[in-house]
Nanobody, 120 residues
Framework: QVQLVESGGGLVPPGGSLKLSCSAS????????MGWARQTPGTVREPLAQ???????EYSDFVKGRFTISLDKAKSTVYLQMHNLKPEDSAVYYC??????????????WGQGTQVTVSS
């Protein structure tokens, strides 16, 4: 089992920046990739970015160029650096981790989420 804890959310003005962190614990050796997704009320959870243990990163088109994902393997921590934040970026941001896809449901780990609110 893997446990994930997100942190770093908060209230920022439009155009501002924020850096989210997600620390993994438990059976971290089973993790192949970690990533971020977000969800607003009444919507599905949408993937944002992921990074594999070898450093390969992928981004959804709508955040490409503004968000950067990085991984500190020694700390089992993944980060999401967000710049030029927009009101539509407001959401609960969730951390994800697990083995290579396709994953069994019991091997697909999620944190509890951290709230990001972009507002003036």
């Amino acid at each position: 089992q893997v446990q994930l804890v997100e942190s770093g959310g908060g209230l920022v003005p439009p155009g501002g920046s924020l850096k989210l962190s997600c620390s993994a614990s438990g059976d971290v050796t089973s993790i192949y990739s970690m990533g971020w997704a977000r969800q607003t009320p009444g919507t599905v959870r949408e993937p944002l970015a992921q990074i594999t243990k070898d450093g390969t990163a992928e981004y959804s088109d709508f955040v490409k160029g503004r968000f950067t994902i990085s991984l500190d393997k020694a700390k089992s921590t993944v980060y999401l650096q967000m710049h030029n934040l927009k009101p539509e970026d407001s959401a609960v941001y969730y951390c994800n981790a697990g083995p290579p896809f396709p994953r069994l449901a019991e091997q697909d780990y999620w944190g509890q989420g951290t709230q990001v609110t972009v507002s003036s």
